[in-house]
């Protein structure tokens, strides 16, 4: 897992968000009772801060991490109107 921020120009802040990996490995030493709480492998990211539970469910999956992090910045900009 790595923290980034939705808006890099508030690095100077703590990050708001993380993006992680969701492995076929990790899928398949699930419990096959637990799995339907799962997703498809790939990269998620949710909204959070450092030493925080998560401010809602993973959003994925994406092909790259890259990936995650554009849509959580879009995500972020969309939903704060571009404000500074």
Known sequence: MSQFYT???????LPDAEVFELTQAEIDATPIEDRDDLGKPGFYWW???P?????????GPFET????????????????????
């Not at 030493?51 to 959003?59: A, F, Q, S, T």
């Not at 991490?65 to 404000?83: I, M, N, P």
């Open 7 to 13: 808006d890099p120009s508030r690095e100077n802040a």
């Open 47 to 49: 909204s959070c801060f």
């Open 51 to 59: 030493g925080c539970l998560p401010d809602g469910e993973p959003i």
């Open 65 to 84: 991490e890259e990936e995650a992090v554009k849509d959580a910045r879009a995500a972020s900009s969309a939903t704060l109107g571009d404000a500074p």
